[in-house]
């Protein structure tokens, strides 16, 4: 099993940028990829990008690409997911998760972050 520790969220303005890091240990070497998911209060889990430990490969939602930057440190075993130009909308709880793939949905996703709160008021 594969820990995972998000940090970095936080109450900005319209137009501010934030820096999430997520943190993994444990079974690390089992995993392939790490994401970013966000959920809004009523909505559904949202796949926002992900990223390959061994290539450095980045996917993203294309609504979000151009504002959000998926990044890795291998060396520290983290991730880190850099929100720029941030709108009321992407207010959500964001989350880090590990899966064998770059999938986009939220059920193919084995381990899990609690999660960190981003709120962006306008």
């Known amino acids: 099993q594969v820990q995972l520790v998000e940090s970095g969220g936080g109450l900005v303005q319209a137009g501010d940028s934030l820096r999430l890091s997520c943190a993994a240990s444990?079974?690390?070497?089992?995993?392939?990829?790490m994401a970013w998911f966000r959920q809004a209060p009523g909505k559904e889990r949202e796949f926002v990008a992900a990223?390959?430990?061994?290539?450095?490969?980045?996917y993203y939602t294309d609504s979000l690409k151009g504002r959000f930057t998926i990044s890795r440190d291998n060396a520290k075993n983290t991730v880190y997911h850099q929100m720029n130009s941030l709108k009321p909308e992407d207010t959500a709880v964001y989350y880090c998760?590990?899966?064998?793939?770059?999938?986009?949905?939220?059920?193919?996703?084995?381990?899990w972050g609690q999660g960190t709160q981003v709120t962006v008021s306008s």
């Open positions: 444990g079974r690390t070497f089992s995993t392939r990829t």
């Open positions: 990223i390959s430990w061994s290539t450095g490969s980045t």
């Open positions: 998760a590990t899966a064998a793939g770059a999938y986009r949905t939220y059920v193919l996703y084995n381990d």
